[in-house]
C-alpha cells in the first residue's frame, strides 16, 4: 500500500511536469497549478532531486517567459551552466556550476545571439567555445563541493573572484575539476542577479543547506546543487 501511494504522487508530479511542458500560461498561473499540485500530492517524503528540480526549473521558464516565447520584463541576467570532467575519472564523472551573469555586461550583438538562442530554448543549448572564449563579461560563479566545515552554505564560495567571474574564466570552486575542458550551456535568462540569487539560496535552507560536511558524492553533490 506504502508503494502503491509513492507511486500515485508520482505519477500525479509527472502529469503536473507535462502540463506545464504543454501550456502556455504566466507567473500567475503556473503558481496555481504549483500550488494545486503539491497540495494533492501532501507529501510527506523528500522528493527526488530530478522530479523537485524539473518542476522548478519549468515553473522558472514559465515565470522568465512570456506567452509570446519571448524573455519577459525585467530580464536582469543571462543563466548559464558550466562542466567540467573530473581528474582521473575518464571523463565519466562531472562537475557543474551555475554562472549569473548580468545582460548588461554584453555586447548588443551579443545579447541579441543569446536572446535568439532562448526564443527557441526547450531545456538548455550549448555554446559553442568559439563564441564565448573572447567574452569576458563579468558574472557570478556559483558552485558546491564537500569540506569539513559545518555552516550553512560554507562550501558555496562567495568571495571576490566567485562574484567577478568572467564568462571565458577555466576556473572551478573545487580542486579536482579539469578547467582546461570547460563546456558551457545557456538555461535562459533570470529577474535575479548573481548576488542575489546566492542570498536566495543561501540565506535559508534550501534543498539542503550546502555545508561541506553535507556533500555526499550520490544524493547531494555539486550537481544536485545545480
Not at 125 to 130: F, L, P, R
Amino acid at each position: 500500500k506504502a508503494m502503491a501511494r509513492v507511486s500515485r504522487r508520482c505519477r500525479l508530479l509527472a502529469s503536473a511536469v507535462a502540463a506545464l511542458l504543454s501550456v502556455e500560461c504566466d507567473a500567475t498561473e503556473a503558481q496555481e497549478i504549483e500550488g494545486g499540485v503539491m497540495s494533492r500530492l501532501k507529501m510527506d517524503h523528500k522528493p527526488s532531486a530530478n522530479s523537485r528540480n524539473t518542476l522548478i526549473r519549468h515553473k522558472a521558464t514559465l515565470e522568465t517567459r512570456s506567452s509570446a516565447g519571448a524573455p519577459a520584463a525585467p530580464v536582469t541576467s543571462y543563466v548559464f551552466l558550466q562542466k567540467f570532467p573530473l581528474e582521473d575519472t575518464g571523463d565519466l564523472l562531472w562537475h557543474t556550476e551555475v554562472l549569473v551573469c548580468p545582460r548588461e555586461g554584453f555586447a548588443p550583438d551579443d545579447q541579441a545571439y543569446l536572446d535568439a538562442k532562448i526564443q527557441s530554448l526547450s531545456d538548455f543549448v550549448a555554446i559553442d567555445e568559439s563564441w564565448w572564449q573572447d567574452k569576458t563579461a563579468s558574472c557570478t560563479e556559483l558552485g558546491y563541493g564537500g569540506s569539513s566545515c559545518t555552516d550553512r552554505c560554507c562550501a558555496v564560495p562567495h568571495g571576490f573572484d566567485e562574484s567577478n567571474f568572467p564568462l571565458n574564466e577555466h576556473r572551478a570552486v573545487i580542486s579536482n575539476a579539469k578547467v582546461e575542458e570547460k563546456y558551457l550551456y545557456l538555461y535562459g535568462t533570470g529577474r535575479l542577479e548573481g548576488d542575489d540569487t546566492y542570498h536566495a539560496t543561501c540565506d535559508d535552507k534550501c534543498w539542503s543547506n550546502w555545508a561541506g560536511t553535507d556533500y555526499n558524492p550520490l544524493t547531494n553533490n555539486c550537481n544536485t546543487f545545480t
